[in-house]
T-cell receptor, first 117, second 110 residues
Framework: DTGVSQDPRHKITKRGQNVTFRCDPI?????LYWYRQTLGQGPEFLTY????????KSRLLSDRFSAERPKGSFSTLEIQRTEQGDSAMYLC???????????????FGPGTRLLVL | GIQVEQSPPDLILQEGANSTLRCNFS?????LQWFHQNPWGQLINLFY?????KQNGRLSATTVATERYSLLYISSSQTTDSGVYFC????????????WGAGTKLIIKP
C-alpha cells in the first residue's frame, strides 16, 4: 500500500511527558500537512511543509509543538510537556500540485490518537 | 476569518433513502472539497469542487460559488455510507490551507 502512513496509531501518555509522531507521505508528494482533530469537530490546520521547508504555521501551534521534515520525505510532530488539552487525533496529509488543472487533493493518513492522562 | 457551516449536524436514515448535505461559507474561496470520515477515523476525499456539479456513482456535489454554498447528494444510501461528512474550503492566498466545517454525522440504518 502506498498511502500516507502514521505511527503510532495510538499513544497514551502522562501529563508533562514529551511525545513524537511520525508521518510518511505518499512518495512523490512534496507537500505535507499536519492537522489536529478533537471529538465532534472538523480537523484544524497546524502546519504545512513544501519539501523540507515549513511554510506556514497556525497560531494553534504553541511553542510546545514543533514539526520537522528534514529531507523532504517523512515528517515528525513533537509535543513537549504534554497537557490534557493536547488529547486529540493528529492527522497528516500529503499532496502534489497539478499545475495543469490546479487541482490539489490532500490524501490523509489514519491519524494518531493521543490521550494525555 | 472565514466561517464554514454545515447542516444538518446529524442525520439518521434508513438504507435506500436519499439525502442532501449543505455547506455554507462566509467568503470567496479558491476551492471547496468534500470528505468522508469513516467510523475508524480515516478521511477520504470525495470531491474537489470549487464550482459546478460533479458526480461519482451514487454521490454528487454542486457548488454555487457566487452564493457561497455547496451541496452533497447521496442517493440510495447504504450502511457503508455512515460516518461524518466534512466540507473544507481553501481560503485565498493561503498556501492550500483548508478551513473545515464541523461535519454532518450520517447514520444509515439497515
Amino acid at each position: 500500500d502506498t498511502g500516507v502512513s502514521q505511527d503510532p496509531r495510538h499513544k497514551i501518555t502522562k501529563r508533562g511527558q514529551n511525545v513524537t509522531f511520525r508521518c510518511d507521505p505518499i512518495s512523490e508528494h512534496n507537500r505535507l500537512y499536519w492537522y489536529r482533530q478533537t471529538l465532534g469537530q472538523g480537523p484544524e490546520f497546524l502546519t504545512y511543509f513544501q519539501n523540507e521547508a515549513q511554510l506556514e504555521k497556525s497560531r494553534l501551534l504553541s511553542d510546545r509543538f514543533s514539526a520537522e521534515r528534514p529531507k523532504g520525505s517523512f515528517s515528525t510532530l513533537e509535543i513537549q510537556r504534554t497537557e490534557q488539552g493536547d488529547s486529540a487525533m493528529y492527522l497528516c496529509a500529503s499532496s502534489f500540485p497539478n499545475y495543469g488543472t490546479l487541482v490539489e487533493t490532500q490524501y490523509f493518513g489514519p491519524g494518531t490518537r493521543l490521550l494525555v492522562l | 476569518g472565514i466561517q464554514v457551516e454545515q447542516s444538518p449536524p446529524d442525520l439518521i436514515l434508513q438504507e435506500g433513502a436519499n439525502s442532501t448535505l449543505r455547506c455554507n461559507f462566509s467568503d470567496s474561496v479558491n476551492n471547496l472539497q468534500w470528505f468522508h470520515q469513516n467510523p475508524w477515523g480515516q478521511l477520504i476525499n470525495l470531491f474537489y469542487i470549487p464550482s459546478g456539479t460533479k458526480q461519482n456513482g451514487r454521490l454528487s456535489a454542486t457548488t454555487v460559488a457566487t452564493e457561497r454554498y455547496s451541496l452533497l447528494y447521496i442517493s440510495s444510501s447504504q450502511t457503508t455510507d455512515s460516518g461524518v461528512y466534512f466540507c473544507a474550503v481553501e481560503r485565498k492566498n493561503s498556501n492550500y490551507q483548508l478551513i473545515w466545517g464541523a461535519g454532518t454525522k450520517l447514520i444509515i440504518k439497515p
